[in-house]
T-cell receptor
Framework: GAGVSQSPRYKVAKRGQDVALRCDPI?????LFWYQQALGQGPEFLTY????????KSGLPSDRFFAERPEGSVSTLKIQRTQQEDSAVYLC????????????????FGPGTRLTVT | GENVEQHPSTLSVQEGDSAVIKCTYS??????FPWYKQELGKGPQLIID?????GEKKDQRIAVTLNKTAKHFSLHITETQPEDSAVYFC??????????FGPGTSLSVIP
């Protein structure tokens, strides 16, 4: 079956441009996560969705970052007025904990989008 | 909030030897401890996880131990093979909506 897919795989943006990164989670997965991974570092949590509801956006570094998942499946991470410090790999993950549970379950990661801001 | 530290940052072993990676966490409420393997150009992939109600878990050549009192957990890989070469991340989670990752260990297995 298909895993988590992300597009584009690579994105080069000039400083000040807006970008939109797409994530297609595994079909039926309720939970969706966005992470930012700087070179040589571990993934850092950005935001979390349960279906279409954004339940936690505490990791978004500034108000230039915005994420949505309007129909509870595909998600888009948008970065406005990109800065050089936004250069990183943006990872999306999805998970499917059993209904009614709040137990953490395995997250399946996509390949990431490498964003380079010049 | 939770903070996860990981050591060593790089590890080089001969093929067939064992590799051990150690992590510590700060939040005593953490109850889920996954380990991920990340190969170049790919997203992290879960290799094993452990919950706070067990002290050890094993899956073929991979084992994880957890010491909740000391707030540390370790990954053990035995009989290492070249295909084990990758970056390994530990993580700790307290709830269903978030896990915090360590900084990673780059493992090289020398044939």
């Amino acid at each position: 079956g298909a895993g988590v897919s992300q597009s584009p795989r690579y994105k080069v943006a000039k400083r000040g441009q807006d970008v939109a990164l797409r994530c297609d989670p595994i079909s039926g997965h309720v939970s969706l996560f966005w992470y930012q991974q700087a070179l040589g570092q571990g993934p850092e949590f950005l935001t979390y969705f349960q279906n279409e509801a954004q339940l936690d956006k505490s990791g978004l570094p500034s108000d230039r970052f915005f994420a949505e998942r309007p129909e509870g499946s595909v998600s888009t991470l948008k970065i406005q007025r990109t800065q050089q410090e936004d250069s990183a790999v943006y990872l999306c993950a999805s998970s499917s904990p059993p209904a009614g549970t709040k137990i953490t379950y395995e997250q399946y990661f996509g390949p990431g989008t490498r964003l380079t801001v010049t | 909030g939770e903070n996860v530290e990981q050591h060593p940052s790089t590890l080089s072993v001969q093929e067939g030897d064992s590799a051990v990676i150690k992590c510590t966490y700060s939040d005593s409420a953490s109850n889920y401890f996954p380990w991920y393997k990340q190969e170049l150009g790919k997203g992290p992939q879960l290799i094993i996880d452990i919950r706070s109600n067990v002290g050890e878990k094993k899956d073929q050549r991979i084992a994880v131990t957890l010491n909740k009192t000391a707030k540390h957990f370790s990954l053990h890989i035995t009989e290492t093979q070249p295909e084990d070469s990758a970056v390994y991340f530990c993580a700790a989670g307290t709830s269903y909506d978030k896990v915090i990752f360590g900084p990673g260990t780059s493992l090289s297995v020398i044939p």
